[in-house]
Each structure stands twice: as structure tokens, then as C-alpha cells.
Nanobody
């Protein structure tokens, strides 16, 4: 089955930037709409952003609008989440998820149950 692998996380200072990558070795990610989710200790998993198969439609949580940008590069078979102006409250385990194969539109990030495949997650820590 589809295996998703996140990378690019780490420790950064407030105001800094990170770029997360979502890859699927051995699979063509361009068959899937992709969502990014995050979960902090003691909190519910929340949707961050998503992108359609074509890349023409995106969605962002209000908390990250203007700071995060989701994109995809079919040549590299990778989906990115560029995170700028990071805040301590962005600290969480970040997950990449894939929707229904062959469907262009991404499920709303509020409907995480509609995402079929999930990566193991990668830690992002924003702290001084």
C-alpha cells in the first residue's frame, strides 16, 4: 500500500522557517490529493493545509494563513509545506496524508477521516 514519508522537521527559533516534504517512494504521488495535519501533546489532531491533485486548489487553517504555503512538484514526486514566521504554538508532530486515489479535489482538512493513507509524522519544535 501507499507509504508516505515526511522529512524536513526539526528545531527552529520563533520567526524562523522550515520546509516539510512528503514523499512516497515507489509510488506516484500525483494520483493523490495531499493534506498536512498536526498534533500537539494533549490536543486533538488538526488539519493544517491540503492541495488538490492538480495543485490548483488549496486550503489552509486560519491559524497558518499567510505563513504556510503548500505546493507540489511532480518531477520530484514530492509535496511541500513551507512554514514561515513560525510560532511556539506551531510545535507539533506533523503528518502527511493522502486522499482517495484518482480524485482531484482534496477532502476538507476538517474531514481527516476521508484521508486514506498517513505517514508516521515528523516533529517540528519552535522554541528559543
Amino acid at each position: 500500500q501507499l507509504r508516505l514519508v515526511e522529512s524536513g522537521g526539526g528545531l527552529v527559533q520563533p520567526g524562523g522557517s522550515l520546509r516539510l516534504s512528503c514523499a512516497a517512494p515507489g509510488f506516484s504521488l500525483d494520483y493523490y490529493a495531499i493534506g498536512w495535519f498536526r498534533q500537539a501533546p494533549g490536543k486533538e489532531r488538526e488539519g493544517v493545509s491540503c492541495i488538490s491533485r492538480s495543485g490548483g486548489s488549496t486550503e489552509y487553517a486560519d491559524s497558518v494563513k499567510g505563513r504556510f504555503t503548500i505546493s507540489r512538484d511532480n518531477n520530484k514526486n514530492t509535496v511541500y509545506l513551507q512554514m514561515n514566521s513560525l510560532k511556539p504554538e506551531d510545535t507539533a508532530l506533523y503528518y502527511c496524508a493522502a486522499g482517495v486515489r484518482g480524485t482531484d479535489q482534496a477532502p476538507p482538512i476538517s474531514r481527516r477521516g476521508r484521508y486514506d493513507y498517513w505517514g508516521q509524522g515528523i516533529q517540528v519544535t519552535v522554541s528559543s
